[in-house]
């Protein structure tokens, strides 16, 4: 089966909400604040123009079936660095590489301008998440107290 990993598009807000929803299976490990589900108006703003920060990545099949998502926050784009966020692959696509496709491609778009830094945000309850990232070269830089929700937060970086 082929996939690909392409720019998502405000017509994929409803793919997006799908691969999102996937967070609701974390319900009792992370805070419901950090699992609630997406909706099209809050995705919106970010297609629209009205907030330019973040590139939504969207893998799909040949059949266009949403596998897995994340976005590119763009927000320090000019001090060199960028942000992986919401990284998520549905439950039924994981172990098929499309979580490092979905990280290849932002690390070549971090390559294709300039950037010296990709960062992300994750928790210690994630481990096979922070095992993947640590597989992808990120390395955990520290723990930030209190970040989410009254949780900390893992801070992993990977420099270019």
């Known amino acids: 089966m082929k996939r690909k990993v392409r720019l998502a598009t405000q ?3 409803t793919k997006l909400i799908d691969v999102y929803s996937e967070w609701q299976k974390f319900k009792g490990i992370l805070p419901d604040q950090l699992i609630e589900v997406d909706t099209p108006e809050g995705l919106k ?3 629209d123009g009205s907030n330019p920060t973040r590139i939504y990545l969207l893998a799909v099949d040949e059949a266009e079936n949403p596998l897995g998502a994340c976005y590119i ?3 320090f784009l000019k001090l060199s660095s960028i942000r992986l966020g ?6 039924k696509n994981r172990k098929q590489r499309v979580g490092s496709m979905l990280v290849d491609r932002v690390i070549e778009y971090a390559r294709e301008n300039k950037v010296k830094k990709v960062w992300l945000w ?3 309850e994630l481990k ?3 095992k993947f990232y640590e597989s992808k070269g990120f390395v955990l830089e520290g723990r930030q107290k209190n970040q989410f929700c009254n949780k900390d937060a893992l801070l992993f970086g990977l420099v270019l």
């Open 11 to 13: 017509d994929d807000i």
């Open 45 to 47: 703003k970010y297609f």
């Open 73 to 75: 926050d763009t927000s």
């Open 86 to 91: 919401d990284m998520m692959v549905k439950e």
């Open 122 to 124: 994750s928790q210690e």
């Open 128 to 130: 096979s998440a922070v």
